[in-house]
């Protein structure tokens, strides 16, 4: 899962800056794809205006049918040299000489150009054609004699080669852009690990210390500076939480361990003076007495809670039927003194990573509650469940009670430390118990779940993810 969140969070990154090198290249390929179009047509255009001027310029100067004789001579070697019609034309578009067929001058654009020339205006390089528009390059020019336009000549040009050359020029800079996007893909691959290695490790560090485990530290010594200096106060961070933890632990250890001798002399005075007092300050004495004691008993239970949290187990595969047969036979003796039948229902087999003896307290405090709580005459079922949805797949080592149960307001608060609900302020017990499941459960991936019974009660339950 770890790593799945560093591929994501580098794919993301890789993303981002293929999106931005795509768009450079745009930008730097297209301008220059456009201006090599450009360039070449250009380059066909001044070539064929400059020989479409000198036949302009020679038909300016023929005098009769020799010169035109000779002027078509010269159009058919233009036409056998480079594959393009030439003619020169009447201003009224009869053709007076041409280099072979007639047909390309009936083309709209070659008509609409030879009536510019006529009417007197000089050819201007044709508009941006994409290399696969097969329009020809069509070229007039008037020809003039004394002044005045006596006729057109025209040269129609295939622009075949010249669009193969345009299309060669942009396929020569896909490649390059293609080339130096693959070396970009290579560069930024490795630079995003080298920038999201510690990252990763920031990412795992804190769900190891969210799990538990205190100790995970992150090197510092990788990446970019500022994720080193992140890095170290990290690292920092998480010594002077760890300190401050144990100092809170050893604080609750100290402080109920220290509290118990006193608190065991003042009942001892308690119980003895309320041997020799009058009957009426003896009940008063039993009753402080009663509540020492259960003050004595929160001291217990809050020492058991810095011991559990003080405790490194390693986890185990476990088989969950096993355990919860086990343990409700342990407790079934606990049920029968109450007159409650204590049940385990037919259930199929399901394996959990856990430390044993943490899940038996597990199991053992919510069996607790649940036996507290429930009256005589009573069924407390326990079973394993599939948690619907779950994935990975996930189990309930259930308890289901046919006590009095809690509002919605009161199973929201189930699992707070020293919490109890408004009706069992007077039931024995510290209400620390769930709050020591969730704390035993966290490192393994568990939690506790609390819902209303079917009909009355509480189903608590200890969810934990299936070993496959």
């Keep these: 899962m770890r790593r799945a969140v560093g591929d994501g969070m580098r794919g993301r990154l890789l993303s981002i800056l293929l999106v931005l090198m795509g768009l450079v290249l745009l930008a730097l390929g297209v301008p220059l794809g456009r201006s090599l179009a450009d360039r070449q047509q250009q380059d066909m255009f001044l070539d064929r205006l400059g020989d479409t001027t000198r036949f302009a310029s020679q038909a300016g100067q023929a005098s009769g049918p020799v010169d035109l004789g000779l002027l078509r001579e010269g159009l058919v070697r233009y036409q056998s040299v480079y594959g393009a019609t030439a003619a020169v034309l009447a201003p009224d578009g009869a053709v007076l000489a041409v280099s072979g067929s007639t047909g390309p001058l009936g083309l709209d654009e070659v008509r609409q150009r030879v009536a510019n020339a006529a009417a007197g205006r000089l050819s201007d390089v044709p508009g941006f054609a994409w290399p696969w528009d097969h329009r020809p390059l069509v070229v007039a020019e008037p020809v003039y004699r004394a002044g005045d336009v006596v006729g057109v000549a025209v040269t129609v040009s295939p622009a075949d080669r010249m669009r193969a050359a345009v299309l060669r020029g ?19 691959t490795r630079l995003t690990a080298w ?33 080193r200096r992140l890095a170290s106060a990290f690292n920092e961070m998480t010594d002077a939480l760890a300190a401050a933890l144990e100092q809170q632990r050893a604080f609750v250890a100290n402080a109920s361990h220290q509290l118990r001798n006193p608190l065991g002399a003042l009942l001892l005075r308690v119980e003895h003076a309320a041997m020799e007092a009058s009957p009426e300050v003896a009940t008063e004495l039993a009753e402080a007495e009663e509540e020492g004691r259960r003050l004595s008993r929160v001291l217990d239970d809050l020492l058991a809670v810095a011991r559990l949290e003080n405790a490194r187990a390693e986890p185990r595969r476990l088989d969950a039927v096993a355990l919860l047969a086990d343990r409700v036979r342990n407790w079934r003796v606990v049920a029968a003194k109450r007159g409650i039948d204590l049940m385990l229902e037919p259930t199929p087999g399901a394996w959990v990573v856990a430390d044993p003896t943490a899940l038996g307290s597990c199991l053992d405090a919510i069996l607790d509650n649940a036996l507290k709580f429930s009256g005589e005459g009573t069924t407390v079922r ?3 469940r599939d948690v619907p949805g779950a994935d990975p797949r996930m189990v309930d080592l259930a308890v289901a009670d046919e006590g009095p149960g809690l509002d919605a307001g009161e199973l929201a608060r189930v699992g707070e430390r020293f919490w109890r609900g408004a009706r069992d302020q007077n039931e024995p017990g510290s209400g620390l118990g769930l709050s020591i499941v969730r704390t035993l459960m966290d490192p393994y991936g568990g939690r506790l779940h609390v819902e209303p019974g079917a009909a009355r009660g509480l189903v608590v339950a200890v969810r934990l993810p299936t070993d496959r």
């Design 170 to 188: 942009w396929a020569a800079i896909a490649g390059i852009a293609l080339v130096g996007l693959v070396l970009f893909v290579l560069a930024a």
């Design 195 to 227: 920038v999201l290695r510690p990252v990763r490790r920031l990412d795992a560090a804190a769900h190891t210390i969210a799990t538990g485990d205190l100790d995970a530290r992150v090197a510092a010594d990788t990446g970019p500076p500022e994720l």
């Design 382 to 384: 326990v079973t394993v």
